[in-house]
């Protein structure tokens, strides 16, 4: 089995490696000024924020930028020129030292591939996940089957905030240990990005400036 697998391997590379034909492009998948602008932070920025027994703290904006990317296909070990698409993904970092938070909020030109709603992701320490969608006017959209919930306005730290989504981390529904302490929602508006994080005993860490 093992011999076989391989060969199957070395011919692949033979093939791969008998083609001198550049990669082509196929498809080109770019963000919109608006959705870009979802994610509206800067490198460098510095965010403070307050837990709800009074402890303050900031979170800094570790990486925050735009690129593109090449995708490929099974076809890349077959096809002759090799092809990929591209596509464009805004990216930011953000990260406070404690409590020990790191949310990567990630947007993708292509999203809409996957679902019929375009959305984007918020990863907290590389485990918990939230995908907020929105609709062709980059307006955020409301599921209840999703846990995804919209307002008109809501006053977070004493400041009022408008557009706001709630959207419900999946983990916070796998996970049946009611011991443990998870995070359970995020609280997010295009203009100032994260608001707040809600943990499953209803502690919150919320945006002060």
Not at 30 to 57: C, K, M, R, V
Not at 83 to 97: D, G
Not at 163 to 189: A, Q, R
Request: hydrophobic share 35%; net charge negative; with cysteine.
């Amino acid at each position: 089995m093992r011999l076989k697998l391989s060969l199957i391997i070395f011919s692949l590379s033979l093939f791969n490696s008998c083609c001198n034909e550049d990669p082509i492009e196929t498809a080109r998948f770019e963000l919109a000024d608006e959705e870009i602008s979802i994610i509206p932070y800067e490198q460098g920025e510095l965010l403070s924020f307050t837990h709800s027994n009074g402890y303050t703290f900031d979170i800094a904006v570790e990486e925050s930028n735009v690129r593109w990317e090449k995708l490929h296909d099974f076809c890349e070990w077959f096809c002759c020129p090799p092809t990929y698409i591209s596509v464009q993904t805004k990216t930011a970092k953000l990260v406070s030292t404690y409590p020990k938070l790191i949310f990567e909020i990630t947007i993708e030109g292509n999203s809409y591939l996957h679902s019929d709603y375009k959305g984007f992701n918020i990863t907290l320490n590389n485990k918990h996940q939230a995908t907020i969608l929105y609709n062709d006017e980059y307006n955020f959209e409301t599921d209840s089957a999703s846990n995804i919930f919209f307002y008109e306005s809501m006053v977070i730290s004493g400041k009022n905030y408008q557009n706001v989504v709630e959207k419900h981390f999946d983990s916070h529904y796998y996970i049946s240990d009611t011991t443990l302490l998870l995070p359970k929602s995020v609280y997010y508006n295009k203009l100032s990005g994260l608001l707040m994080l809600k943990m499953s005993n209803d502690e919150t860490f919320s945006l002060i400036n």
